[in-house]
């Protein structure tokens, strides 16, 4: 992420000195980009990063989940020898206060152990935990960023399951939030479903639009058209494909696959199936 002067609250807010430290931090660990400085008295013991994993922030009901994926880090601080450790709800608090004077919103805290919340930072949302133990605080943070594609489901594999089943799930099609333009991360995807067309030049297919139950029904059966109707499109006009063998629809969220109620079940939900027409 970029520079925010948005961080510079955060310095402020936490209040905390950029003196050196008594205790070197660990080689080619830094504080997290969100909190550029640190509660007095800690250094960095430890960090890890993902440029993409999931992570689930707590919540007050541990049967709840609050999944969120994107860019990980995690980052662990340890208090040094001979150094007063500050209270559980003092730490607690200072990240809880940071959050908010960026504008950020608290989801969930248990005050004297760990606080959690968003922030919008350079245009993308950002997950923070910051949780305290003996001696030790935790912070992990997800930004949220798609997830970079390797692996595409390719032609051979595509007509097996249309032979096999009459329909096959394609989750490679991508769409931004409410809309229907096809992106350009699509293409790998869509080569693949015109290799299959042009293989089989029989081959008729409904190109049919699926959505998660998140907002109004009536609104994602047209996103879903829209979306079937879109692919369709670049099928035809980039890889001149003929129109009178392809037709898009869209049953929104009609047919889900998976659970509506966590973002795992949801991104299975979303989807463009390939189903062989008469």
Same mark, same amino acid.
């Given at each position: 992420?970029?520079?925010?002067?948005?961080?510079?609250?955060?310095?402020?807010?936490?209040?905390?000195?950029?003196?050196?430290? +008594?205790?070197?931090?660990?080689?080619?660990?830094?504080?997290?980009?969100?909190?550029?400085?640190?509660?007095?008295?800690?250094?960095?013991?430890?960090?890890?990063?993902?440029?993409?994993? =999931?992570?689930?922030?707590?919540?007050?009901?541990? /049967?709840?989940?609050?999944?969120?994926?994107?860019?990980?880090?995690?980052? %662990?601080?340890? #208090?040094?020898?001979?150094?007063?450790?500050?209270? +559980?709800? @003092?730490?607690?608090?200072?990240?809880?206060?940071?959050?908010?004077?960026?504008?950020? %919103?608290?989801?969930?805290?248990?005050?004297?152990?760990?606080?959690?919340?968003? &922030?919008?930072?350079?245009?993308?949302? $950002?997950? @923070?935990? @910051?949780?305290?133990?003996?001696?030790?605080?935790? #912070?992990?943070?997800? !930004?949220?960023?798609?997830?970079?594609? *390797?692996? &595409?489901?390719?032609? =051979?594999?595509?007509?097996?399951?249309?032979?096999?089943?009459?329909?096959?799930?394609?989750?490679? #099609? *991508?769409?931004?939030?409410?809309?229907?333009? &096809?992106?350009? !991360?699509?293409?790998? +995807?869509?080569?693949?479903?015109?290799?299959?067309?042009?293989?089989?030049?029989?081959?008729?297919?409904?190109?049919?639009? *699926? %959505?998660?139950?998140?907002?109004?029904?009536?609104?994602?059966?047209?996103? =879903?058209?829209?979306?079937?109707?879109?692919?369709?499109?670049?099928?035809?006009? +980039?890889?001149?494909?003929?129109?009178?063998?392809?037709?898009?629809?869209?049953?929104?969220?009609?047919?889900?696959?998976?659970?509506?109620?966590?973002?795992?079940?949801? @991104?299975?939900? /979303?989807? $463009?199936?390939?189903?062989?027409?008469?």
């Amino acid at each position: 992420m970029s520079r925010n002067p948005a961080r510079i609250v955060l310095a402020v807010s936490l209040g905390l000195a950029t003196a050196a430290f +008594a205790e070197p931090d660990r080689k080619g660990c830094t504080d997290p980009a969100l909190f550029p400085t640190r509660m007095p008295g800690y250094f960095i013991a430890d960090c890890k990063s993902a440029e993409f994993d =999931a992570y689930d922030f707590k919540m007050p009901n541990a /049967r709840q989940k609050n999944r969120q994926e994107g860019r990980f880090t995690f980052v %662990t601080y340890q #208090i040094e020898r001979g150094k007063p450790e500050p209270g +559980a709800v @003092a730490v607690v608090r200072n990240y809880e206060e940071a959050l908010k004077k960026i504008g950020g %919103t608290i989801a969930a805290s248990t005050p004297n152990w760990w606080v959690n919340g968003s &922030v919008m930072v350079d245009g993308r949302e $950002v997950w @923070a935990e @910051a949780e305290r133990g003996n001696g030790k605080i935790w #912070i992990r943070t997800i !930004e949220k960023v798609a997830m970079k594609q *390797h692996v &595409v489901a390719d032609a =051979a594999a595509l007509s097996s399951d249309i032979r096999a089943k009459g329909h096959v799930a394609v989750y490679d #099609i *991508h769409f931004d939030t409410g809309k229907s333009v &096809v992106k350009p !991360e699509s293409k790998p +995807a869509l080569d693949e479903v015109a290799k299959l067309l042009k293989a089989d030049p029989a081959l008729k297919l409904w190109v049919v639009g *699926h %959505t998660d139950s998140v907002g109004k029904v009536d609104d994602n059966m047209r996103l =879903a058209q829209a979306r079937g109707e879109a692919v369709v499109a670049e099928l035809v006009g +980039a890889y001149g494909i003929a129109a009178g063998r392809l037709k898009g629809y869209g049953v929104g969220p009609l047919a889900p696959v998976a659970g509506n109620d966590d973002d795992a079940g949801r @991104a299975k939900n /979303r989807r $463009v199936d390939l189903v062989k027409a008469p």
